[in-house]
Structure formats: C-alpha cells, structure tokens
C-alpha cells in the first residue's frame, strides 16, 4: 500500500477577482522511501497541492473543495484537527521557501528546534536540546552547541535553512514535503542543501516530495517526476524515463528552458505567451495558448492517461501518438 | 543594552534642564499671583511678601538660585497660595495618590484592552471581534469628562454602588480608574488586535502549525511576543496621557491629588506650584518613557542588535 | 503570506480602463457606510451651529430666571440649565465655538507640520536626525500641561487657546509628511526638477507640497477632532473658553455640576459633543482607509 495516496484533489480561493482554481484534479501516490519532484512555473499549484493535503491553507480564502489525500490509512482531508496535529511535525513534515520569513525572529533557534519534541514525545527540555544540537551538527552547522541558542537573524540564509532541516527533521519522519528550499539561496549553497537533504533521506529512509520551478534540480535527485500546468498534472514518470522519452509539449519546453541542457551558442529559449489565468474556467488543455502542437482537439478535456512503462501524460496528441517529443 | 540605557539616560539630563529653564522663564512673565487681593496692598508688606519669596531679586538670579536649590537639595520652593508650605511637602502628601490612580488607570487600560485585542484578534470578524472593537470605539471618541460624569450619575447617584467623590474606600479607586483608564483600554485593543493579526499572517505561524502545534500553543508562545510589540511602543505616550487626564479625573471626583493642585495653582497663579508639578511631571514622564522602550527592544531580538 | 497565488492576469486584448489612485479611493470611501453618515451627521451639525448667530443672535444668553430649568418640552427642545437659558441655542452657539476652535487650531497645526515634516524631509541628514529627534522627544512629554502653562502666564484669549492647542498637534502630521516628502524626493519628476536648475525653496514649494495635499487632508481631518478634544478638556477645567463665550466643554462643566437634578444639562452637551468626534473619526478613519493601498486585507 502506498505510503501517500492523493485523488482528485481540488483546491479554490475565493477571491475579490474570482474563484481562483489553484488546484483542478491533481491524483498521485507516493511509497515509502520514495522521492518524488513537482515540477512547474509560478501558478502551476504546485505548492498549494502539498499546502492542501496538510490542511494549511488559510480557508477563508482557500476552500479544499473535494478529494482525499490518504497517509498510512488516514485521510488527512477529513481527519479531526487533532488527529491532523499528530501527523504534522511527526510523521510528515515541511520545510520552505524562504527561511527568515519561516522561522520566528522573536524566538531562539533552540526554541523551534525543540519545539517538534516537545509536542509530540515525552521528552525532558534538556534532553530535547541535546538532541537539537545532535542534529545542527548532522545538517552541518559548525559549533552548534553554542549557536544552538542564537537568533534566526543571526544565522546567514544556507544556515537558516539548514536550521529549517534539522527541526523538520528531528522527529524522523516518515515524509518530508519541501517547497522550493533552494529557491531563495545562492546556486553554491543550493548544492549544499541538496546533498543534505539526500543523506538525511538515506538515514531515515524518508520519501521525500521536492517542489521546485527548476526541472534540472530534480535530475540528479528524484526517482520520479511531476509536471504541473495550470492546476492540472501534466506528466509523471521516474526521472530518466521522462527525459528520455519526453510525454508533454510542456515538459519539453522547460527541457529547452534549462541553459545547461542546450548547446553552446544557441539563443536560450523561453516559453512564449503567460500562465493561465486561473479565475477564469479553462476547457481542456490548459497549455493551449502556448503550445507549439495545438490542434482543435486539445479544446477538449484532458486526462491523465497511461502510455506505458510507469508513464503518464495529459496530452491528447502524445497519448494518440500524434507526435513525438524526443530531445534531439 | 546597557548602552542604550545610559544613552536614553544622558539625553534626558539636558531636556529636563530645558524644560525647567523654559518654564521657569515663562512663569516669571506670569502676571498676577495669588498675592493679587481686592484691596490694594499696602507697599510695605508687599516688599516684605517679595522679599520672603526671594521675587526681589533680578531674574537671573532668581533663576540661579532656584536652580541650585533644586539640583542640591530637590528643593521646589515655597508655595505661595498655601502660606508656609513648601511644594515639596503640598506634592510629598498629594503625589502617591496621583502615583496609585494613574498605575490603576495603567493598569486597568493595559489588562483589559490587550485580552480584548486579542481575542478579537482571534475571532476575527466574527461578532467576537466586532463587540470589543465598537466597545473600543466608543472608548477613543467619548471623552474622559463626559464618561466620569456619566459613570457617577449611573453607578453612584443612580444605583448606589460607589461614592460620588473622594478617596477614602478601596472602591472609591474603581470609577476613577476606570475613567481614566478607558481611552487607552480602547486604544491598546486596537494596537494589540492589529499586531496579533499582523503576526498571525507571517509564514512562520505556517511553519508552527506545520509542526502539529495546537492554536492556543501558536497564540501563547508564537504570537504574542511580537504582537503585543505595538502595545509596549505605546506604553510611553500612554502614561503621558495618563499624566494628562488625571487633571480631568481629579477634578471630577474630587481625588486629593497633585494633579488637584496642578489645576488649583493654575487658577491662582501659584508660580511655585506650577513649576514644582511641572518638573515633577517631565521627570516621571521620562522615567516611564524610558522603561516602556527598555522593554520594547527586550521584547524584539531583532532591536538589540542596532 | 507567500503562499503561492496563481496570476490573475487579463488575457491579451482585454484591456480595463485604468482606476486612478483616487477614483479607487472615492469608491472606496463611498462604500464605507459609517464614513458617509459621518460626514453627513457633521456636515448638517455644521450648518447649524454656524447658522444659529446669524439667525437667532443673542438666544444662548437669554436668560429666564423665572423659568430655571426645565426638562425638555415643547417650547425648549433640549430643556433649559439653571438660568433658565433655552440648551439648544446654547449647545449649537456652543458647538460654533467647539468648531470654530477645532478648525482654526487644525490650520495652525498643519501649516507646522507640513512645513516642518518638507525640511527635515527634504533636507534629510543631520537636520533630520535632530529634528525628528525633537519630535520624539515632545511627543513623549505631556504636552497639555505646557499649553496650560502657557495660557496662564499670557491670558486666555481664544485666539491664544487655538494656537497654543495647534502648536502641540502638529507632530503627527510632521512624521507623516515627512515620510511622504522623503518618498516623493526619490521620484523622476524631482530629479528632473532639479536638472531644470530650479531652486531648492521653489521645489519644495510648488512641486512636492501639492503632491502631499491628499496626505494633509486626511490627517488634518483626524487632527480636528483632537483639538477639539484639547479645547474642552481644558474648558472642562476652567481653563480654555471664558465667560461669556462657551463651548461644548463649558456646557458638559456646567451640566456635570447640575448632573444629579438635571441630567438633561450633561447628557445633550456631551452626547453632541460625543457624536461629532465619533463622526469625524469615522469620515478620517475612512478616508485614510481609503486612500492606503496597503491596508486592502480584510
């Protein structure tokens, strides 16, 4: 049985332009030990897919409006807050973007490291210190018994995020969420975090969901791998599979977006046109606008649908075998 | 720390010094004193009364003299619509009266006004949110000398709960701190109400609740550190105002207080009494002004750094 | 929050008239009830009390001693105080001098504060510094018992109290400003100002304080009710408005003393009183909601 199973998760904020469709339908399932990337630009709901299934969406003005997200047995969209409160920081746990805004300046490190401890086991405060500067000396922080009591500003930006790890990670839990933590950093420092993130995830033998806007950030890390558009997925597939054998316009234009990936000299490509508006009902593909191989047809409403070897598109045209995306 | 507080320190010395020059040079243009009477003073015993209060003298000696007198001794002179007394023993009898209603007043102002602020904060626009915060309302607009009055007609001369004057009773202090306490209860709810909201948008409220912590845990150790930062800032202005309105408040219900003889020495132009209780006021303003932003950067980390 | 908000942007060819700063803010305004009845509650009040000398000059001094006082009736609206003088006369003649004090006092404090806020502002650095320090430091004393000072040394004529109470209403508005004037001195249009060669005093003058007028009109209209507030507070004590000349704050003095026979003396002066400063605080509330386009949550 799968460690996560999402279905048909369906995430709306009520706004004053509109209802703002942020998540239309999104279905995956996670095993244990698992990593899994969510691949897609800024509005593509890929954050607010994860933010739903631990119920941290402000509602009002979010509303979860259907779907189930089932953990071990438990849906985690109809369970009692309280038994919400055992999962989260225990069993499942998340680490953010940008780490000055998600720690609280007003508290010590020691503080918010502890504080996972002190909720969820019976743990003496000295002990659960001790185990905090256990674990800042596990993700890389020098002389942590003495910084362990310093505040979040006095700590630079990799620092801070490597403090956000520990304290995500100290309860070992069975799932680690992390929304874009390397997003905020330097590119040198980006590595760093990587790394950490891997080991830890070998000791604990944790899944871990990794979301990010950076397809080249999942290559050398992900099992598997998610494209989000517009609310909707797009593909899935383990990671050399999706590079290989490339299943959505979409996909492979952020393949053609990656600097790296492309060869010396060419211009560097970007995706024509903008993302959705999501207030406004989308019938079928969400890409149209911007696809190079839209066709009439694509008016139509997509599904998610399997196309062999564990891989799973949302194009008509692909799916029909229409046409063929592989990187030259 | 121990910087700031000696630097806060060092600045407040030549203020006070202002302060005391400047009034000191204002009240001497005072015309008329307590001395004025219907018939006219017969010159001998007027150049005998001028001489006793040291008012021959040219003025910057006057000024010398008073200055040394206060910064040696904390000597305020001797009043002159109270023969024989000194300011100093009219204010030693009449200060720790003002001093107990403005701390009840504080106190009442800041218990009050930050649990409602907070659980308005809490319940937001929700009618737990919307009772409190009219009540606050109404607290901001409606004056301290239109509730006082309309306190003792309801509660004493109407129910018979309290005495309409005085301060003999341990419950003659409700009214009066009430009264007076009511503008800033108001004025802290709104304060403490927006910091919470402010604090409870912030990402790492998220991140708490990520970690499985329960609401009353998220209020309790995550928000009120930095919610009630707006509330502290305003403790300096507020017992300015709380300086202030005690001259209403006294007078209203009759309280022996210096601000009594504040009121008093203005409408019989008591020079003495004026200056004594104007010093005396700048100095307590400074103290508590200086303590409330003791403890702002006590509360934000983030200060202690600068 | 920075939780990821999906774009809400206009499909290409679609494009909205664009809403000015201050269309955005009428509507706004508009929409908030309170402000509106507010405004209208005071604009009315306004008009009465300003009428009541031209057209009934004289009728708050009537006295009928006969008569004493009486509770409200036919012939006297609100009743009559201890005089026999009718109240209403008396709180309208009342809420004239109340205004009257209230808006000359708001004209003192703001042509202080604008200048002030523009100089230290402008002018930033050191001067800066010491003035805002300045503020800082008055702001943190208790400014009331210098203008009562102040009125007993040189005597309570009115124009005195209105300029003494405008003199110690200025400090909001100076920081307000000058935040405003060190936004604004950032902008193009000053810098190609300054490259046109004009003189500091006349940038200041006619480029950067009509730029600040929305600003001032929001603060003075919560700067009026303060002073008003100042001027009863020390006619309540005996020490503003004199004799023969009274105010809301005389009435409610008077009406405190009679309260237990005549409660009708209290209650109408205060409630008037009570409303206006409710109304303007609504109508300046609203408006500087209005026109903060920061303040669009909840």
Redesign the interface.
């Known amino acids: 049985m799968p460690l996560l199973e999402v279905s048909n998760l369906r995430t709306s904020?009520y706004?004053r332009?509109?209802v703002?469709r942020?998540v239309n339908d999104v279905s995956f399932s996670l095993e244990k030990g698992d990593t899994l990337g969510i691949v897609g630009e800024?509005?593509s709901?890929?954050?607010?897919t994860c933010?739903s299934l631990m119920r941290l969406?402000?509602q009002p003005p979010g509303k979860i409006e259907g779907g189930s997200a089932v953990f071990d047995g438990v849906d985690l969209l109809s369970a009692s807050p309280a038994q919400l409160r055992q999962i989260r920081g225990k069993r499942i746990s998340m680490i953010f973007?940008?780490p000055m805004?998600s720690l609280n300046p007003y508290m010590r490190i020691s503080e918010q490291i502890i504080e996972p401890l002190l909720i969820h086991e019976k743990i003496s405060r000295a002990d659960a210190v001790q185990r905090a500067i256990t674990m800042l000396q596990e993700v890389g922080v020098p002389d942590a018994a003495n910084r362990v009591h310093s505040y979040p500003h006095e700590f630079s930006g990799g620092m801070r995020q490597r403090v956000m790890i520990a304290l995500a990670l100290i309860t070992r839990p069975e799932l680690l969420i992390a929304d874009e933590p390397t997003t905020a950093l330097d590119v040198t420092v980006q590595a760093q975090i990587l790394d950490l993130v891997k080991k830890m995830q070998r000791e604990l033998g944790m899944a871990v969901i990794w979301i990010t806007h950076d397809l080249g950030v999942v290559a050398g890390f992900c099992h598997r791998v998610q494209v989000m558009y517009g609310?909707r997925v797009m593909e899935r597939a383990g990671t050399d599979e999706l590079f290989a054998h490339t299943a959505h316009p979409y996909t492979r234009a952020l393949q053609k977006s990656i600097p790296a990936l492309q060869t010396k000299g060419a211009s560097l490509y970007t995706i024509p046109g903008?993302?959705p508006?999501?207030?406004r009902k989308i019938e079928g593909c969400p890409f149209v606008p911007r696809c190079e191989f839209v066709q009439d047809q694509c008016s139509q409403p997509v599904e998610l649908k399997d196309i062999g070897s564990n891989h799973k598109t949302a194009c008509l045209r692909v799916q029909k075998k229409e046409i063929h995306l592989n990187h030259e | 720390m121990l910087r700031f507080i000696l630097k806060r320190f060092l600045e407040a010395i030549p203020?006070l010094f202002i302060?005391a020059t400047l009034?000191f040079f204002?009240?001497h243009?005072?015309?008329g004193g307590p001395f004025d009477t219907e018939r006219p003073m017969p010159p001998e015993v007027k150049k005998a009364i001028y001489a006793y209060y040291g008012l021959d003298k040219p003025v910057w000696r006057q000024y010398l003299n008073y200055m040394e007198r206060l910064v040696l001794h904390g000597d305020l002179g001797m009043d002159q619509k109270y023969f024989g007394w000194s300011v100093n023993e009219l204010l030693a009898s009449s200060l720790p009266v003002s001093l107990e209603l403005g701390l009840e007043g504080l106190f009442f102002a800041l218990i009050f006004g930050t649990i409602a602020g907070v659980v308005a904060s809490l319940r937001?626009?929700t009618f737990g949110d919307y009772i409190p915060m009219s009540i606050a309302?109404f607290g901001?607009?409606?004056?301290s000398?239109?509730t006082?009055?309309?306190l003792?007609?309801v509660f004493a001369?109407g129910l018979g709960w309290f005495n309409a004057s005085g301060w003999f009773f341990p419950r003659d202090r409700v009214l009066p701190a009430m009264t007076l306490g009511l503008y800033y209860m108001a004025y802290i709810s709104r304060l403490a109400r927006g910091g919470m909201?402010e604090i409870l948008?912030?990402?790492f409220i998220?991140t708490a609740r990520a970690k499985g912590a329960s609401e009353w845990r998220i209020v309790r150790k995550h928000s009120l550190r930095g919610g009630l930062l707006p509330v502290v800032t305003f403790l300096?202005?507020a017992v300015?105002?709380i300086?202030?309105g005690s001259?209403?408040v006294e007078?209203?219900f009759q309280i022996p207080g210096a601000a009594r003889f504040?009121?008093n020495a203005?409408?019989n132009?008591d020079g003495p009494m004026?200056m004594g209780?104007?010093l005396v006021?700048?100095v307590l303003?400074?103290v508590m002004?200086l303590a409330a932003d003791v403890m702002a950067v006590w509360m934000n980390p983030r200060l202690r750094f600068e | 929050?920075?939780?990821?908000?999906?774009?809400?942007?206009?499909?290409?060819g679609e494009i909205e008239p664009g809403h000015s700063l201050w269309q955005d803010a009428w509507h706004r305004l508009r929409q908030n009830k309170l402000a509106v009845i507010g405004a209208v509650f005071v604009a009315l009040l306004a008009i009465a009390c300003f009428l009541t000398p031209v057209i009934a000059p004289g009728s708050y001094a009537k006295t009928n001693l006969a008569l004493g006082a009486k509770a409200p009736s036919r012939a006297h609206l609100l009743g009559t105080d201890v005089l026999g003088r009718d109240l209403l006369a008396r709180v309208l003649y009342g809420g004239c001098i109340s205004l009257s004090v209230g808006l000359a006092g708001t004209f003192v404090s703001v042509v202080i504060g604008v200048l002030y806020g523009a100089i230290s502002g402008y002018f930033g650095g050191r001067l800066d510094v010491i003035l805002m320090r300045i503020v800082d430091?008055i702001?943190?004393?208790?400014f009331?018992?210098?203008v009562?000072?102040?009125?007993?040394?040189?005597g309570q004529h009115i124009i005195l109290l209105f300029m003494a109470l405008g003199a110690v209403s200025w400090l909001d508005m100076a920081r307000i400003i000058r935040a405003q004037v060190m936004a604004l001195k950032k902008q193009e249009f000053i810098e190609a100002a300054v490259a046109l060669g004009l003189r500091k005093r006349r940038i200041i003058l006619r480029h950067l304080i009509p730029n600040v007028l929305g600003i001032v009109t929001i603060y003075a209209t919560l700067i009026v009710?303060s002073v008003m507030?100042l001027e009863?507070?020390l006619s309540?004590?005996?020490?503003g408005v004199q004799a023969p000349m009274s105010s809301w704050?005389t009435l409610?003095?008077d009406?405190?003393k009679n309260?237990?026979e005549y409660?009708w003396l209290?209650?109408f002066p205060?409630l008037c009183?009570?409303l206006t400063?409710?109304s303007l605080?609504f109508v300046g509330d609203g408006l500087r909601d209005a026109l903060d386009v920061r303040a669009s949550?909840?």
């Open positions: 904020f706004t332009y509109g703002v942020a800024s509005g709901g890929k954050s607010v933010y969406i402000p973007q940008d805004t609310g903008m993302p508006d999501l207030s | 203020v302060v009034t204002l009240l243009q005072m015309k937001k626009n309302t901001i607009c409606i004056p000398f239109v006082g009055p309309l003792i007609l001369l909201l948008n912030q990402d998220r300096g202005p300015s105002g300086v202030t001259l209403v007078t209203i504040f009121v203005a409408s132009r004026l209780t104007t006021y700048a303003v400074i002004n | 929050m920075t939780a990821e908000f999906p774009n809400v942007t206009q499909h290409a430091i702001y943190s004393l208790p009331v018992v210098f009562i000072l102040v009125l007993v040394v040189f009710p507030l009863a507070f309540f004590l005996g020490l704050g409610i003095l009406g405190s309260m237990e409660p209290l209650i205060g009183f009570s400063l409710f605080n949550k909840d």
